[in-house]
């Protein structure tokens, strides 16, 4: 089956503490990306990836890093989350066709504390 | 710069009453158009895209029409059920320059029987 893969869906941490959310997806996308959606705000880009290596920040990319070794996996990290960190998390895949629609996650719910 | 707009919410309907959802862009160049929809706890989906200007995408009853005159693309459903209760949002892809997905705030949709 087709899909994009987060871990964990639900994660509470402390302010300060690293942590990583994982990112796979089985489609052999080229194109990958980080969204964190807040109310009244809609999905916001983090960072975009459109190969292995290649990464590129989106709109929100401070306090967020992303790398792209291997062409399925898209980790995002926090090397020190901060309560306004607190939202939800999607990653997508796609072809690099930009007619292309965005696979996405099921999310990843992070609160820092 | 490059946005979406799209009408707030909550819609509130009956069943098997039309709807319609605004959306308009503002963008360079020919983007691709897309309304993904969002059922609760879960991640977004494609419901409909068009590429190129008078193209009409529809999908489970559901239509919208890239109007590039007027930089919408407009959802509606002649006659909407229970089930497609749901927060529904419009993005644009950028065909040129930085291979971004932008999305609007999206909208709730909420149907009563």
């Known amino acids: 089956e087709a899909q994009v893969t987060q871990n964990p869906r639900y994660l509470i941490t402390v302010t300060g503490k690293k942590l990583t959310v994982t990112c796979s997806q089985n489609?052999?996308?080229?194109?990958m990306s980080w969204y964190r959606q807040d109310p009244g705000l809609g999905l916001r880009q983090i960072y975009y990836?459109?190969?292995?290596?290649?990464?590129d920040k989106g709109d929100v990319p401070e306090g967020y890093k992303v790398s792209r070794k291997e062409k399925r996996n898209f980790p995002l990290i926090l090397e020190s989350p901060s309560p306004n960190q607190t939202s939800l998390y999607f990653c997508?895949?796609?072809?690099?066709?930009?007619?292309?629609?965005?696979?996405f996650g099921q999310g990843t719910r992070l609160t820092v504390v | 710069g490059d946005s979406v707009t799209q009408m707030e919410g909550p819609v509130t309907l009956s069943e098997e009453a039309f709807l319609t959802i605004n959306c308009t862009y503002t963008?360079?160049?020919?983007?691709?158009l897309f309304w993904y929809v969002q059922y609760p706890g879960e991640g977004l989906q494609l419901l409909l895209k068009a590429t190129k200007a008078d193209d009409k995408g529809s999908n489970k009853g559901f239509e919208a029409t890239y109007r590039k005159e007027t930089t919408s693309f407009h959802l509606e459903k002649g006659s909407v059920q229970v089930s497609d209760s749901a927060v529904y949002f419009c993005a644009l892809r950028l065909n040129r320059g930085p291979d971004k997905l932008i999305f609007g705030t999206g909208t709730r949709l909420q149907v009563f029987p």
């Open positions: 990836s459109m190969n292995v290596e290649v990464t």
């Open positions: 997508a895949s796609s072809l690099r066709d930009r007619g292309s629609e965005a696979f």
């Open positions: 489609m052999n996308h080229e194109y």
């Open positions: 963008a360079t160049g020919y983007p691709s």
